[in-house]
């Protein structure tokens, strides 16, 4: 590779020249680059979309401790064949789920970067009862403050509180309030499952717009729901959110090495949901892969054609003196170009269609009015669709560059 | 009478044989003579006889199969490509017989070619030699025109002045009169001899019309790829010192 002067004026002459095989050729380059951007973009944003519906509301990574499955006898490694077990099969009463050391860890995992939020949880199923009607419902029982991050549940409040509920008041969701007739500042009673008795007052209301928050879930302070399930001062979990949701299985099985806990990811819980998603990526990811090699292609034919029609101003130059390498730069320069001008129109198309699209607002099915498109240009992927773009360009210029730089003078001169 | 001058080129002992598969076409045999400064020399012979592979020797743009090849006192035989190219970049120009200008450019970025190669600030200084030459050639109107706007034999003017432009110590045109009809041809001859003698460049030029062979310096015959003569090399103008 040799830039000068020279080489440079020469492939930017040639397509100047040849404008009209250029332009077409930066516009095969635009539209993949704007596919790129636009895909990405829109197909994530409702990707993203589908997450936050099904993971939108639970933490990313729960941290819970170890299950300690028993073993029969008649399991056990070392048993001679055709023993005789004679007993009675019963359930054993199984290890408390919980964790007593949970403020350092907490603490452990506040200081990693990666963890956006670290949020202690006892979770549990309590009875609540309302005069003389009762319902099983989920409890979860939080640092409201630390939790909402996870849960968002503040903006989605019809009534009173929930980042400041104070102990001794429960957050509830709008359907299970409309079904025992609840309303802000009623008494509760819950019940727990060693019978464990609590009164407590409705802080809030809320109407989520996810069914399970809003139909059998209610939120506590931490502490009531640890004497609710006779806790003591141990909790049942800690939920983790981090940063990109979709690397919480590699982050979880990271983690999975370093605690003595067992450690679930919200997509080893959700693997449909996970695997609908990776089909439609990888789907999307072929079309791409397709346009890109079409737009490589596109270049490549075109300086193909300009290698052959030029078959005999190349020879000359040679023979005046140009080198090899010159000959080959001046038509990598040309994919290049090809290929960045072709960036520079895909990508502000690209963002001019995704902000149009941004700006549509339609009414929901709970007759809110929001955007159509959940979209957030990512600069990061305009930077590698333009790298991808122009990386194309360069290796479809690569071979008939070579060519060129491989044509001999002295069959040009005979004039063959 | 030995010459002390340093030739602008030599050749020595030089062969060529074609190879092609089992195919052997011996085509030059022991051919040597030397060019000197500003000497008009015209290549003769018929079809066949190995004119445009001696060029093309001289040229380095073919290899010699034996013999060597000096370009003002230095061997090039034994250069790779890259210093090929850079020996004809500096030092030689090239006339075709056809002018194969660059359809892109202009009649004067044409001309200067082989200075943009050298870069910005040769091209720039050797502009305006080269428009007073394209000037001088009756081109001076049409030096924003691209080639297709000209005729053939202003074509092959502008060939020529393009050739002069890296100031080069030899000028190679293989029959560059013969893609034209006489009239033109003669305008082209008759600048090329006129160039030599203001410029003191040697010229090298293959042809099949006796007339201009005629009113060469010098002439070299060639029959059978064997120099049946080899001129004589116009004296030094020993009085010019
Ligand atoms: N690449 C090649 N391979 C084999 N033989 C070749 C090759 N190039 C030229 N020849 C042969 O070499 C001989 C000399 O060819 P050359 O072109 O040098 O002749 P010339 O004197 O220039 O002829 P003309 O006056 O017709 O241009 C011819 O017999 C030709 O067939
Ligand atoms: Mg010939």
């Not at chain 1, 499955?69 to 054993?92: H, K, Y």
């Not at chain 1, 990811?285 to 300086?303: K, M």
């Not at chain 2, 160039?195 to 060469?216: C, K, N, P, Q, Y």
Request: hydrophobic share 45%.
């Amino acid at each position: 590779m040799k830039l000068s002067y020279f080489t440079l004026s020469v492939a930017l002459r040639h397509l100047r020249y040849g404008v009209g095989q250029s332009l077409l050729t930066i516009g095969v380059v635009a539209i993949s680059v704007l596919l790129i951007v636009y895909l990405r973009t829109t197909i994530g944003g409702s990707q993203v979309r589908i997450v936050q519906n099904v993971a939108g509301a639970i933490p990313h990574i729960i941290v819970e401790p170890a299950e300690r499955t028993p073993i029969g006898a008649w399991n056990l490694p070392g048993n001679a064949p055709d023993t005789l077990f004679v007993g009675e099969a019963s359930s054993l009463p199984r290890a408390q789920d919980k964790i007593e050391d949970w403020k350092q860890w907490v603490e452990a995992f506040g200081k990693d970067p990666q963890f956006t939020v670290v949020s202690p949880v006892v979770a549990g199923n309590v009875f609540l009862f309302r005069g003389a009607r009762r319902q099983a419902v989920r409890m979860a029982a939080v640092v409201p403050e630390i939790h909402d991050a996870i849960v968002d549940i503040e903006v989605d409040l019809l009534e009173g509180n929930f980042k400041r509920l104070p102990p001794g008041e429960v957050a509830i969701g709008f359907k299970l309030a409309r079904k025992f007739g609840i309303r802000l500042r009623d008494k509760l009673r819950l019940v727990g499952p060693g019978d464990r008795t609590l009164t407590v007052t409705v802080g809030g209301i809320y109407s989520t717009g996810a069914g399970a928050l809003d139909d059998d879930q209610l939120f506590l302070n931490l502490r009531d729901g640890q004497s609710l399930l006779e806790l003591g001062s141990a909790i049942s979990l800690i939920g983790l959110r981090i940063d990109d949701l979709f690397q919480a299985e590699a982050v979880a099985t990271a983690l999975r090495s370093r605690v003595p806990f067992k450690v679930r990811s919200w997509i080893t819980d959700n693997p449909s949901v996970f695997f609908t998603i990776d089909s439609q990526n990888q789907t999307i990811n072929l079309v791409l892969i397709s346009t890109i090699i079409a737009a490589g292609f596109g270049i490549a034919s075109v300086l193909i054609l300009s290698v052959t029609t030029k078959f005999r101003e190349i020879g000359i130059l040679k023979a005046m003196g140009a080198t090899p390498p010159e000959i080959q730069t001046i038509f990598v320069i040309e994919g290049f170009l090809l290929a960045v001008v072709g960036c520079l129109v895909g990508i502000p198309a690209g963002i001019a269609l995704l902000k149009a699209l941004a700006s549509i607002r339609v009414p929901g099915p709970d007759g809110r009015i929001r955007e159509l498109f959940l979209i957030e240009i990512d600069p990061g992927l305009l930077a590698f669709a333009a790298g991808v773009a122009i990386t194309v360009g360069v290796i479809a210029a690569f071979f008939p560059a070579r060519r060129a730089a491989k044509i001999d003078p002295m069959s040009v001169i005979r004039g063959s | 009478m030995a010459d002390t001058r340093t030739p602008v080129i030599e050749l020595a002992g030089i062969g060529k044989t074609y190879v092609s598969g089992d195919v052997q076409t011996p085509v030059l045999f022991d051919v040597g003579f030397r060019i000197y400064p500003g000497e008009f020399v015209a290549i003769v012979g018929g079809s066949g006889s190995g004119k445009t592979t001696l060029l093309n020797i001289m040229g380095l743009l073919d290899r010699p199969s034996t013999g060597k090849v000096m370009v003002e006192g230095r061997e090039v035989s034994n250069l790779d490509e890259q210093g090929r190219a850079e020996v004809r970049r500096d030092r030689l120009g090239f006339i075709f017989q056809f002018h194969y200008l660059l359809p892109e450019f202009t009649v004067i970025e044409n001309a200067l070619m082989p200075c943009r190669m050298k870069g910005p600030k040769y091209e720039a200084a050797e502009e305006p030699r080269m428009r007073a030459l394209l000037d001088l050639v009756g081109l001076g109107e049409k030096l924003r025109n691209r080639p297709s706007q000209l005729s053939g034999g202003q074509q092959q003017r502008v060939a020529v002045v393009r050739s002069l432009a890296n100031n080069p110590a030899l000028v190679l045109a293989d029959e560059p009169t013969g893609n034209l009809d006489s009239r033109s041809g003669r305008i082209v001859f008759d600048l090329m001899k006129s160039l030599s003698r203001e410029s003191g460049i040697a010229f090298v030029m293959v042809t099949h019309d006796d007339d201009f062979a005629l009113e060469a310096d010098r002439v070299i015959r060639i029959r059978d790829g064997r120099i049946e003569s080899p001129g004589t090399p116009r004296p030094a103008p020993a009085e010019a010192t």
